[in-house]
C-alpha cells in the first residue's frame, strides 16, 4: 500500500493525471505539444477568471515567487510585506535579494493581515512600490481575504503580489477580479500534478511593468515566457519538463470536469468536517477564529513536544502529514486530494490512532459530529 499523502505538497494525484505524464515523449517544438501548452493557458485563465495570458514554466513554486521578484521589483523599491508566517517570511528574503527594501508588517501567527492593517501601513509608507501578501499560509493554515485586503488600496497604488502556491485550484483566487498584479503558484498542491511546474499570473499593470525593464533573471525572464506562448504555436522559451505538463493538462481536465466552484466548495466541505473531527477528538485548531481557517490545510495543535513522535505514528499506520515549521507542537493535515466521507474517515481515523498509540487521552465520539457537519453539504463560499 503506498503511503496516504495529506501533506501540504505534494498531495495525493489521480490516476488519470500520474498515468498522463506516462505517456511517450514529444518534442517541446511538435504541433502535439503546442496544442498542449494552448490548452494547459486556456484552463488556467479559465481558473483564475483572467484575460492576461498565465505563464507555466519549469519551477516549484519558490521558483514562481523569485520570477514575480526578478521580473516586478528593482533594486531600491519600497516594498512592504505583511507576512503570518514562514511563507511570508520566505517571500521578504526573496524581495530582500532581489534588492528592495522591505518595510515588514509582522501579523502574529495564526491570523492574517487586514484591511486595517493595509491602511496603517500604507500611510506609513505611501511611496511603496509594492504590496506582498501570503494567500494561504500553509505554514499556521490562516488564509488572508485578498479581496478585502486590495480594497484597501488605492487603483494607482502600489503593486499588489501574492504567493498563492497553497491556494490556487483548492481555493477560489480570481487576482484579476481582485486587483492582484503579479500571483505565483505551483502544480503539486491544489492543481493535483506532481511537483515541478511554475505558475505565474500578471495583471495588466504587472506586464506594463515587467517590460519597462529587463528581468533580473534570465531563465524566469517573464516577458519572454509570455512571447513564445502568444507565439501562432504556442511554447515554452526553453525546453519544459513535457511530460509534467501532460500530467499538468489531466489534471486541470479533471478539475474542470468536477467544476472549478464544486471544487473550492469540496475542498471546505472536507475542511469543515476534519476541523469538527480534530475539536471534538480534543484536538485544538492553531487558527482561533474559524472565518480565518484555511480550506486547503489544517493545523491541529498537539500536546509540547509531540508533533515528532505523532508525524511518526500516523506515517506507520500508512498516512503522511506535516509538522509544524515553527516551534509550535502542530500537525498540518492537508485538504486538496479529491474524495469524500471514505477519505476523511481515512485521516480523522488515524489521527485518532496515532494519537492513542503515542498515549494521548483523545474521545473516541468524534465521528457523529464530524457526520452531522459533512451531511450539511459543501458550505456556501
Ligand atoms: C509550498 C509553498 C511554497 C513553496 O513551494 P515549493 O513548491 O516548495 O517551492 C511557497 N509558499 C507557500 C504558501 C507554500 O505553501
Request: hydrophobic share 40%.
Amino acid at each position: 500500500m503506498h503511503p496516504h499523502l495529506f501533506t501540504p505538497g505534494p498531495v495525493e494525484v489521480p490516476h488519470s493525471v500520474r498515468a498522463a505524464g506516462a505517456a511517450p515523449l514529444v518534442g517541446h517544438r511538435s504541433e502535439a505539444y503546442f496544442a498542449l501548452l494552448e490548452e494547459i493557458a486556456a484552463l488556467l485563465k479559465k481558473l483564475l477568471r483572467v484575460s492576461q495570458p498565465v505563464i507555466a514554466m519549469p519551477s516549484s513554486g519558490t521558483g514562481a515567487l523569485e520570477a514575480l521578484a526578478a521580473n516586478l521589483l528593482a533594486p531600491g523599491d519600497s516594498v512592504i510585506s505583511f507576512s503570518c508566517g514562514a511563507f511570508g517570511d520566505r517571500f521578504r528574503e526573496i524581495a530582500s535579494r532581489r534588492g528592495a527594501t522591505i518595510l515588514p508588517v509582522d501579523i502574529p501567527r495564526g491570523r492574517t493581515a487586514t484591511p486595517s492593517d493595509v491602511r496603517r501601513a500604507l500611510e506609513q509608507h505611501p511611496g511603496a512600490a509594492a504590496v506582498l501578501f501570503t494567500h494561504n499560509e500553509t505554514s499556521t493554515g490562516a488564509l488572508t481575504d485578498l479581496q478585502a485586503c486590495t480594497s484597501a488600496l488605492p487603483e494607482d497604488g502600489p503593486l499588489v503580489l501574492v504567493d498563492a502556491v497553497s491556494s490556487l485550484g483548492a481555493v477560489p483566487c480570481f487576482p484579476e477580479e481582485w486587483r492582484i498584479d503579479g500571483l505565483a503558484s505551483c502544480s503539486q498542491k491544489g492543481l493535483l500534478t506532481p511537483p515541478g511546474i511554475g505558475i505565474v499570473a500578471l495583471s495588466e499593470r504587472g506586464w506594463k511593468r515587467a517590460a519597462s525593464r529587463p528581468s533580473s533573471s534570465y531563465y524566469f525572464d517573464l516577458p519572454l515566457h509570455r512571447r513564445f506562448l502568444e507565439k501562432a504555436r504556442p511554447q515554452n522559451p526553453y525546453t519544459p519538463p513535457v511530460t509534467l505538463f501532460y500530467s499538468l493538462a489531466e489534471a486541470l481536465r479533471f478539475l474542470d470536469g468536477i467544476g472549478f466552484e464544486r471544487r473550492f466548495a469540496d475542498v471546505e466541505r472536507t475542511a469543515r468536517t476534519f476541523e469538527t473531527a480534530c475539536e471534538s477528538m480534543g484536538f485544538s485548531l492553531f487558527v482561533k477564529e474559524q472565518e480565518l481557517r484555511s480550506p486547503a490545510v489544517t493545523a491541529a495543535t498537539v500536546p509540547e513536544g509531540r508533533a515528532e513522535e505523532m508525524k511518526r505514528a500516523l506515517a506507520e499506520l500508512g498516512v503522511e502529514v506535516a509538522e509544524g515549521q515553527g516551534k509550535e507542537p502542530m500537525l498540518r493535515v492537508a485538504h486538496y486530494s479529491p474524495g469524500g466521507w471514505p477519505e476523511l474517515c481515512l485521516v480523522a481515523g488515524s489521527l485518532y490512532g496515532a494519537g492513542r498509540a503515542c498515549g494521548l487521552e483523545l474521545s473516541p465520539d468524534f465521528l457523529e459530529p464530524a457526520w452531522n457537519c459533512w451531511k450539511k453539504g459543501a458550505c456556501p463560499q
